[in-house]
């Protein structure tokens, strides 16, 4: 399930990852005795967290009807997707704990992880914990480089195990001084940029003319002394009256504005908090880092660590306001070329395959814009939108249950039809209704993205389970499938619960990068 959420982060496909963990793990799960209800949901839901979980197409398709920015809604799903992820995961292992038959242990022999006779090496001559084994290696290095062939290690190799080994330390070290740089230096600078120059103006003025009285103008919140307007405003900056107070300036959507409010209330607290829970989980693990543990260790650096770097490395520039979304797709292109040449795995025919598939995948979004438009401009002409809304305030609902009818459709309708169908032709005639229940877009349309996945999972049109389908072994079954499947719909309807009981889960991310 967690290789199936990161897989799905990376690529955003929900096919692709299905397809590609049915190949992987489908037949090794069935060989070890798994139960095939719990292979096949395993592989179905964690394949289609990739459309929800950022960066999703389903997201910048709806972004697109909904005329709401993709940013913000990629800020929303971050959490939920996120969330749901970590139900999925309670309801695995609570069936295996209650029912241990559908998930039986693995016998001894094939625990056992084959060890390189240099890791052997390390462990016998240096010492059995890795991290000083390898520290002592670097620094002592003579029985590593006279050792055996196929115990022998280069300089560099030596060097390249200790940065293995602090692989862990540093990812969360790297993790812990982001998460403080931005809601500290970061956004303590642009409040410093923001309210120090405004007052410093307006304190210069009333000193300079407390004679005349002051006529009240209005200064750009970013102007400085040199570049103070009074009557000509740049048309983007927001708007101060000189007789206002620091604490008065509005507030304005955007970086700037989360910025205004500081850090979040007890925040230095609970960062030492994670900071030594993070330190300890730490030491316990480098306390039992052995010769296995540390090849272990290895094989992830070399197979999930550079894709998750690179997927974190563009949602970040994203979420951060650094590129646009269509630029973070040229940085992740970026990466992906350069982990391809450095695997040795880069060649004209796979770059063929991905150009083409970029291709198709971007004609078919473009052309599902073009669809919604037309559909909604034709529904909206011809009085459909009118004959809706007058409907439904004839029901005289109250906002919950405006909710619960709207995502009640959405899911049912998520039976027969694909997600992209339900945004492009039902959604637009939900959305002109929000504002007469004071219903937050970004929340209702959060709601739909995680509704949407029971679309991926509900038969008679389950893709998820005609994709696994095609690559499971002959004894496997639709209806297997498709009773692995079931329950994790209810965990869907579960999550929208919870979002809507707690919807800050949803508005918390998206409100304190961009305010509002």
Same mark, same amino acid.
């Given at each position: ?85 970590? %139900? ?44 000083? /084994? ?22 560099? +190799? ?73 009557? /000509? ?38 960062? /030492?908090?994670? $900071? ?68 040795? *795995? ?15 995948? *971007? #004609? @078919?979004? $473009? ?70 229940? +004071? ?13 949407? +996945? ?17 690559? #499971? ?22 999550? @929208? ?9 949803? %508005? ?9």
């Amino acid at each position: 399930m967690i290789v199936c959420t990161f897989w799905g982060i990376a690529s955003g496909l929900v096919g692709a990852v299905v397809v590609l963990m049915g190949v992987i793990a489908m037949k090794p799960m069935l060989n070890a005795g798994y139960d095939t209800r719990l292979a096949a949901g395993v592989i179905t839901a964690g394949g289609t967290l990739g459309i929800l979980i950022p960066p999703s197409v389903m997201i910048i398709v709806y972004a697109a009807v909904a005329g709401q920015s993709v940013v913000k809604l990629y800020a929303a799903a971050m959490v939920p997707g996120f969330f749901l992820a970590f %139900l999925y995961l309670v309801y695995i292992i609570g069936w295996a704990l209650i029912n241990p038959k559908v998930a039986p242990k693995l016998p001894a022999e094939q625990l056992v992880v084959p060890l390189p006779a240099s890791i052997r090496f390390l462990g016998e001559n240096y010492s059995k914990n890795m991290l000083v /084994a390898t520290i002592k290696a670097l620094f002592s290095p003579s029985k590593l480089l006279n050792a055996s062939n196929d115990a022998r290690l280069s300089f560099q +190799q030596i060097a390249k195990n200790v940065l293995a080994a602090l692989t862990p330390f540093i990812l969360v070290a790297l993790t812990m001084w982001g998460v403080w740089w931005y809601v500290i230096i970061h956004q303590q600078a642009e409040r410093d940029a923001l309210n120090v120059p405004v007052v410093t103006q307006v304190a210069q003025s009333a000193a300079s003319d407390a004679s005349e009285p002051a006529e009240e103008g209005l200064v750009a919140l970013d102007a400085t002394s040199s570049n103070l307007k009074s009557k /000509a405003i740049e048309e983007d900056a927001p708007l101060v009256a000189l007789d206002a107070a620091a604490g008065d300036a509005p507030t304005e959507a955007g970086p700037a504005a989360a910025a205004d409010n500081g850090p979040p209330e007890n925040f230095e607290l609970y960062f /030492a908090l994670t $900071c030594v829970l993070f330190g300890l989980l730490l030491i316990y693990y480098y306390i039992n880092l052995d010769e296995e543990q540390f090849e272990i260790l290895k094989l992830l650096i070399e197979s999930v660590v550079p894709l998750g770097v690179l997927t974190i490395l563009v949602l970040a520039v994203i979420l951060l306001g650094i590129t646009t979304a269509t630029e973070s797709a040229a940085v992740g292109a970026l990466g992906a070329f350069i982990l391809a040449l450095q695997a040795g *795995t880069l060649n004209f025919e796979r770059t063929k395959q991905a150009v083409f598939l970029t291709a198709k995948t *971007t #004609s @078919m979004v $473009c052309w599902l814009f073009v669809g919604s438009a037309l559909f909604s401009a034709v529904f909206t002409i011809l009085g459909g939108q009118s004959i809706i809304e007058q409907w439904v305030l004839k029901l005289d609902l109250t906002p919950i249950q405006f909710m619960l009818l709207s995502q009640a459709i959405i899911f049912f309708l998520g039976w027969p039809l694909e997600w992209t169908e339900i945004i492009v032709i039902f959604v637009p005639i939900f959305l002109p209704l929000l504002a007469h229940f +004071q219903i937050d877009p970004l929340l209702w349309g959060t709601l739909v993205f995680v509704n949407l +996945q029971a679309a991926f999972l509900s038969p008679p049109v389950a893709m998820s389970a005609f994709y696994l389908k095609g690559v #499971s072994p002959p004894g496997v079954t639709l209806n297997q499938i498709f009773a692995g499947m079931m329950p994790y719909m209810f965990i869907v309807i579960a999550c @929208m619960v919870f979002m809507y009981i707690l919807p800050g889960m949803t %508005l918390w991310l998206p409100k304190f990068l961009y305010g509002g």
